[in-house]
């Protein structure tokens, strides 16, 4: 109602009371889905330069939303966990979010707009820090073709937004953290350069907004970098292999004054040992000892860890000794019980067997006491070895001392059977959980069917489909969606399954679904899509378009579908079928996000 009000003929004439009715409208109508007549009275304030009437209906709104603030993806809001499979937990243990409405971003624009009306980055800043709502290079450029021909203020919003964007992303570390890991694991090097490049330019450059540590945060630099976004950097750049970048960190970090902590040093040795330079991280922890630097328990971790990877345990037991010498205490160092772990694996990996079982006899004796990791890496080894005694022994001694095994205990075991040739390995295995006081749920059986599919060869296979009838006949534990898609993915996943069994399994695998009243939801759309993308043969072509083709018929489509679509395309070679795709994309209602358009951008340079 209020937007057709604010666009009859006289509504720019009417009185200031009038005006403050029709806002009074808009807030009553509107609700967290339906926002357009508000945004239409926001729009008409900020074109009259009235910044405060914009900063007051803005206020009233979010006062008006309460706990609807609270809530899951909105406009603008990046899906880095694209080519990650969901959890097998994931459906059943996170509660739906609350669905929100994508204007919701135009009314943070023209707020923060508002603010940059009356130079207050700071309150900008507080309003962005209150929300949810996350801006998007597509709505952005939306908006500032309606605000109008102020090239000025244009600007300065564009400036706004992008710092706005930096500062909410660095005041979160943990979510820094996550966000660049998942561009460092997706080898999206430009766009992780582009985001430390505005980082550095918030501290370092003409008009600095955020501090280089905590202890340097002013009024006008409110956000800080942290030990923990430093060395996220740090690490990324040492994972896509470019050293030089990750030289540029260190000396960005030394010459904006902040001296590395532990952490940074560990992460630093941790980072080169992940990428194979032992060399590198012997010389950083040479060079932290050199400059006075403490090294815990994870920075031994990581040095031992960098030193077995390089196959020289002797070398490596030696950084362990050095470690109990400096630890008398196990209880000392939280990390000590990780430190145990990794020479366990790192010996094991060696075939040390019997200085593995000395550090196991010395860990039970005098601490720190062995938990799950230290049996299931005992576990591996024997799994790996083909020696069913060892084995035995170990889920034997975990009997013993009431340690319960987890789905990667079971599932290790269950391999294990089944090279043997045990045929009756998976009754075996429930039997098993079982005489451990464990009764199989949902989440355990999907879990175990998960993992055996990831082994790759039909033994296993046969294993999952097992665990699968039987939970199709366990009024319990009924298979849900989640169940049936971690199956069909696994029958796409690296190709391993010649296609004509594929076909075969997946007829059967469907069918069992329809029988039970499973429909697949958007989660399960995006797994099996990208699974079938990732298939090196035909069919998985013909079947992610399938997918595509069913879940349009059933669920709206998402900036995520689009982008996991046309980034397997791209994979693929399709131009032809990703440009129809792309015009497709430009005539609904989604709003592609940048990496989207990157991919956008990507297929037109190479189908030309």
Not at 264 to 292: N, P, Y
Not at 446 to 461: F, M, P, S, V
Request: net charge neutral.
């Amino acid at each position: 109602m209020s937007k057709r009000i604010a666009s009859l003929p006289g509504f720019k004439g009417w009185d200031s009371e009038t005006r403050t009715a029709i806002d009074n409208i808009a807030l009553k109508v509107l609700t967290i889905h339906n926002t357009d007549g508000l945004y239409t009275c926001l729009l008409f304030h900020l074109k009259n330069n009235n910044p405060q009437a914009v900063i007051d209906l803005y206020q009233k709104y979010m006062q008006s939303i309460g706990d609807g603030e609270v809530g899951g993806q909105v406009e603008g809001a990046e899906d880095h966990q694209l080519n990650q499979e969901y959890h097998a937990l994931h459906l059943e243990t996170r509660p739906a979010p609350k669905p929100l409405d994508p204007g919701r971003v135009y009314l943070l624009m023209a707020v923060t707009t508002a603010h940059a009306m009356r130079d207050s980055y700071a309150d900008a800043l507080e309003t962005c820090l209150a929300t949810v709502v996350r801006f998007h290079d597509y709505t952005t450029m939306e908006f500032l073709r309606q605000l109008g021909p102020n090239a000025h203020l244009r600007a300065k919003v564009q400036t706004y937004v992008e710092r706005l964007a930096v500062s909410r992303l660095v005041a979160r570390p943990p979510s820094l953290s996550k966000h660049v890991s998942a561009l460092a694991r997706a080898n999206s090097l430009q766009s992780l350069q582009k985001l430390y490049e505005k980082v550095i330019q918030g501290i370092t450059g003409p008009e600095p907004y955020l501090a280089a540590d905590p202890s340097r945060i002013t009024p006008s630099r409110s956000i800080s970098m942290t030990e923990l976004g430093w060395t996220s950097f740090l690490a990324a750049f040492l994972k896509c292999e470019r050293r030089d970048l990750a030289t540029k960190v260190w000396d960005d970090l030394i010459r904006c004054g902040v001296r590395p902590g532990t952490s940074t040093w560990t992460a630093l040795i941790d980072s080169f040992a992940r990428i194979g330079a032992t060399k590198d991280a012997l010389s950083a922890w040479e060079m932290m000892l050199a400059q006075g630097g403490q090294p815990d328990g994870l920075t031994y971790r990581a040095i031992i860890s960098a030193l077995f990877h390089d196959r020289r345990p002797d070398a490596a037991i030696e950084k362990f000794n050095a470690f109990q010498k400096n630890h008398e205490n196990p209880e000392m160092d939280a990390h000590t019980l990780a430190v145990h772990n990794t020479v366990l694996n790192g010996l094991l990996h060696s075939n040390r067997l019997v200085t593995a079982n000395e550090v196991m006899i010395n860990m039970h004796e005098n601490g720190p006491k062995p938990d799950l990791v230290s049996y299931n890496t005992f576990l591996g080894h024997y799994s790996r070895s083909g020696d069913f005694k060892g084995l035995a022994a170990v889920v034997s001694k975990m009997s013993s001392e009431q340690i319960v095994g987890d789905v990667f205990s079971y599932s290790t075991i269950l391999s294990a059977l089944l090279k043997i040739g045990k045929q009756d390995a998976p009754e075996t295995i429930l039997q098993l959980m079982r005489n451990q006081g464990i009764q199989p749920n949902v989440a355990i059986y999907t879990a175990i069917i998960n993992q055996q599919l990831r082994e790759k060869n039909e033994k296993n296979l046969a294993a999952a489909l097992f665990m699968l009838q039987t939970m199709e006949q366990d009024s319990s534990a009924q298979p849900n969606e989640v169940t049936y898609s971690s199956v069909l993915a696994g029958l796409y996943r690296d190709g391993w399954l010649a296609p004509e069994k594929a076909e075969e399994f997946r007829k059967n695998i469907v069918a069992r679904m329809k029988a039970r009243g499973i429909v697949f939801r958007l989660p399960t759309y995006h797994i099996l899509l990208k699974a079938c993308l990732d298939y090196p043969h035909p069919e998985g072509l013909n079947h992610a378009l399938a997918y595509f083709e069913d879940m349009r018929r059933h669920t709206p489509l998402v900036q995520t579908t689009w982008y996991i679509l046309l980034a397997g395309l791209l994979q693929r070679g399709e131009w032809a079928i990703a440009e129809e795709y792309v015009k497709e994309m430009k005539n609904s209602d989604v709003s592609p996000s940048a990496s989207t358009m990157q991919l956008v951008r990507q297929i037109r340079r190479r189908g030309k």
